[in-house]
Nanobody, 116 residues
Framework: QVQLVESGGGLVQPGGSLRLSCAAS????????MGWYRQAPGRQRELVAS???????NYVDAVRGRFTISRDNAKNTVYLQMNSLKSEDTAVYYC??????????WGQGTQVTVSS
């Protein structure tokens, strides 16, 4: 059974940093596009950043220049480094593994709260 397990969320003050990790039990992790999504209360889930197997990255405008997505295929892990955090970044952050042929998978989510 495929599992995606996120970690690294928590409470941080505005301007602070957090690093999220997502460990995936995928046999061919390197072939999956990995994405970080977030969902704030009362809002739809939105894509934050994604990274292809070839390390091509994409960011939503709201986080470009502050967040960095990366992956370590040897560890089956994708990361999201979040700097200069703002209150509007508060949300549950989800990891997703996407593939054009195989099934997609979601993690259970990790809470990020930015507050003073």
């Amino acid at each position: 059974q495929v599992q995606l397990v996120e970690s690294g969320g928590g409470l941080v003050q505005p301007g602070g940093s957090l690093r999220l990790s997502c460990a995936a039990s995928l046999r061919i992790f390197r072939l999956y596009t990995m994405g970080w999504y977030r969902q704030a209360p009362g809002r739809q889930r939105e894509l934050v950043a994604s990274i292809t197997g070839g390390d091509l990255t994409n960011y939503v405008d709201a986080v470009r220049g502050r967040f960095t997505i990366s992956r370590d295929n040897a560890k089956n892990t994708v990361y999201l480094q979040m700097n200069s955090l703002k209150s509007e970044d508060t949300a549950v952050y989800y990891c997703k593994a996407e593939h054009t042929v195989f099934a997609d998978y979601w993690g259970q989510g990790t809470q990020v709260t930015v507050s003073s």
